[in-house]
C-alpha cells in the first residue's frame, strides 16, 4: 500500500461546524482527568495523615494493590469486546452513542464511590465498595471511551479535520485533564472545608469531577453525525458470536497498516510509562541530592506548594511541575504541528519526534553529571524540549489510526472503528503495566535512592530504546499522508 493506494479518501475539506469540533473534544477531558486523579489513590486509602498527624489507612496496601491489580487485569480484554459489538450495534442513534448514553452515568457514578468509602477505618467493607468502584470505572471506561475514540474516523473522512481535531481533542484530554487530575491535592486544599453534602475535600471533588465526566461525556456525541450503519446480520457465517469476534480481532492483522502501528504505539507507550513512572526519582533522588542554587531556589519559588516556610524545596512537588512543563509546551505547539503535519505528513513526522524524544530520554541519564547548568536547569531544559515531540505524537497519533481504518474499509468494505480502537486499547494496556514493570526491575537491580541512583540514570535510556523501536516499527507504516 502507498500513498497512491489512498487516493480515494480526501485529504482537504470540513465535515464539522466550530460547536461540533469543540463538543466533541470537550468528551476527550474525562478520558484525561478521571484516571489522573487515580495516581493519588494510594495516598487517599493508606498514606494520608489526620490534622492531629495520625496516619489515616481506609484499606491496607497488600489489599489495596490485589485491588489494583484485580481490577485493571480483569477489564484487559474489554476493549476489543466493547469494540467489536459497538461496530454491530444497529439503533436509530447510531452505532457509538447508546454505549456513551448508557455508560457515563454508570461510569461518572463510579468513579465517584472510588472516592467514598463507607468507613473511616480499614474495613472489609472499604475493601468491597473500592473493588467494586474500581472495577465499575475500569470497564465503564471502556463502554464510554472507546466508541467516544471510534467516531472520530467516522464524524469527518477529511484528513486536515482529523489533524485539527485530534489536537483540540488533546488540549481537553492530554494537557487540561491531565493536569487537573495532577493538581488534585491543590483543589483537595481549596476544599477541605466540605461542599453542600460532602465533608471533606476529595468527596467533593470526585461529586463535582463525576458530574463533569457525565455532562462532558453526553455533550461530546450530542451534536455529531454518524454516517454509516452495519449491515443487518452476518449473513452466511454459522460460527457463534465468540468465534466471529476472535476472527474479526485476527483480521485486524491482515490489514498491512496495522501491525506496523501497533507495535509503534506499544513502544511509545511503554517509553511513556517509564518515563512517568521514573520523574518523581529524577526529582527527589537526582535533582534533590544536590543543594540548589539560589538560582534554583527563585525558580521552584514561583510554584505553589513547593518551597516550604523554611525556604526548603519539596521535590516530590516539583516532579509535577516537570510534567507540566512537557504537557503546556505541548500545548503551545499544537497549532504549528498541525501544520507541518500537513505540509510533511503524519508518518514522517512522527517517525522524527520518535527519534527526537528517544535522544532527549536518553539524556536524562547524565542530568547532574554535566558541567553545564544545575541539575535543575538540565531538567528543565531537557522537559522542555520533550514538549515538542510529545506534542507531533498528541496531535498525529489519532488520525493515523483513522487511516488505519480507512485502509481497512478498502479491504472489507466495512466501518470497523470499535474493532481497531479495542485492539489498540488492549495493547496500550499492556504497555501501561509493562512501562512500571520495567522500572521497578530496573530500580530494584540497579538501585533508585540517592546513593545508589543507576537504576534511575538507566532508566531514561532504557525508555529511549524503546522509541528507538517504535520509529523502526513505524518506518514500515505503508502510508505516507
Not at 494520608?48 to 480483569?74: D, H, M, Q
Not at 504537557?327 to 498541525?338: C, D, R, T
Request: net charge positive; glycine share 10%; aromatic share 12%.
Amino acid at each position: 500500500m502507498t500513498a497512491a493506494d489512498n487516493s480515494t479518501q480526501p485529504s482537504r475539506g470540513r465535515a464539522l461546524s466550530a460547536w461540533q469540533k469543540f463538543t466533541y473534544s470537550l468528551g476527550n477531558f474525562g478520558v484525561g482527568y478521571a484516571p489522573a486523579t487515580f495516581a493519588f489513590l494510594a495516598y487517599y486509602y493508606y498514606g494520608r495523615e489526620t490534622a492531629a498527624g495520625e496516619k489515616l489507612v481506609l484499606v491496607p496496601v497488600t489489599a489495596y494493590s490485589i485491588i489494583w491489580f484485580l481490577c485493571n487485569a480483569l477489564n484487559g480484554i474489554t476493549d476489543p469486546v466493547v469494540g467489536y459489538l459497538s461496530d454491530r450495534t444497529r439503533s436509530r442513534l447510531g452505532r457509538r452513542k447508546p454505549w456513551v448514553l448508557l455508560g457515563a452515568p454508570l461510569l461518572a457514578l463510579s468513579f465517584y464511590f472510588v472516592w467514598a468509602p463507607p468507613d473511616t477505618t480499614p474495613t472489609l467493607a472499604n475493601q468491597v465498595v473500592l473493588f467494586a468502584a474500581l472495577f465499575g470505572f475500569w470497564f465503564f471506561f471502556t463502554v464510554v471511551v472507546g466508541p467516544y475514540l471510534a467516531l472520530l474516523p467516522e464524524i469527518t473522512p477529511y484528513d486536515n479535520e482529523r489533524v485539527k481535531l485530534s489536537a483540540l481533542m488533546s488540549v481537553f484530554g492530554d494537557v487540561l485533564g491531565t493536569l487537573g487530575g495532577n493538581l488534585l491535592p491543590v483543589f483537595v486544599a481549596l476544599l477541605a472545608g466540605g461542599l453542600l453534602i460532602f465533608t471533606n475535600g476529595y468527596q467533593a471533588l470526585a461529586f463535582l469531577g463525576a458530574l463533569a465526566v457525565l455532562a462532558f461525556s453526553v455533550l461530546a456525541v450530542s451534536f455529531v453525525k454518524e454516517r454509516y450503519q452495519p449491515p443487518e446480520s452476518d449473513s452466511g457465517d454459522s460460527r457463534g458470536w465468540l468465534r466471529r469476534a476472535l476472527g474479526e480481532f485476527r483480521s485486524t492483522f491482515h490489514n498491512p497498516a496495522f501491525p506496523p502501528y501497533l507495535v509503534g504505539v506499544f513502544f511509545y507507550r511503554t517509553a511513556i510509562m517509564i518515563t512517568l513512572t521514573l520523574t518523581p526519582f529524577v526529582a527527589t533522588k537526582i535533582i534533590g541530592a544536590v543543594e540548589p542554587s539560589a538560582g534554583d531556589l527563585d525558580i521552584l519559588a514561583l510554584l505553589p506548594g513547593v518551597v516550604n516556610d523554611r525556604g526548603l524545596p519539596d521535590f516530590e512537588q516539583a516532579a509535577g511541575y516537570l510534567m507540566m512543563v512537557v504537557l503546556v509546551g505541548a500545548m503551545l505547539l499544537f497549532v504549528p504541528v498541525s501544520a507541518l503535519a500537513a505540509r510533511l505528513g503524519k508518518k514522517k513526522l512522527f517517525v522524527v519526534a520518535l527519534f527526537l524524544l528517544g535522544g532527549v530520554l536518553g539524556g536524562m541519564s547524565l542530568i547532574g553529571l554535566v558541567p553545564v547548568l544545575t541539575p535543575l536547569g538540565q531538567a528543565l531544559l531537557l522537559f522542555a524540549l520533550a514538549a515538542v515531540p510529545v506534542a507531533i505524537a498528541l496531535v498525529v497519533t489519532r488520525p493515523l489510526l483513522a487511516d488505519v481504518i480507512d485502509a481497512d474499509e478498502e479491504i472489507t468494505g466495512l466501518r470497523r472503528e470499535g474493532v481497531y480502537n479495542g485492539m489498540e486499547g488492549l495493547i496500550m494496556k499492556v504497555a501501561a503495566g509493562l512501562g512500571p514493570l520495567l522500572a521497578g526491575i530496573i530500580f530494584e537491580i540497579f538501585g533508585a535512592s540517592r546513593a545508589h541512583s543507576l537504576g534511575i540514570r538507566i532508566c531514561g535510556p532504557v525508555a529511549g530504546a524503546c522509541l528507538v523501536l517504535a520509529a523502526f516499527a513505524f518506518r514500515r507504516y505503508p502510508i505516507e499522508k
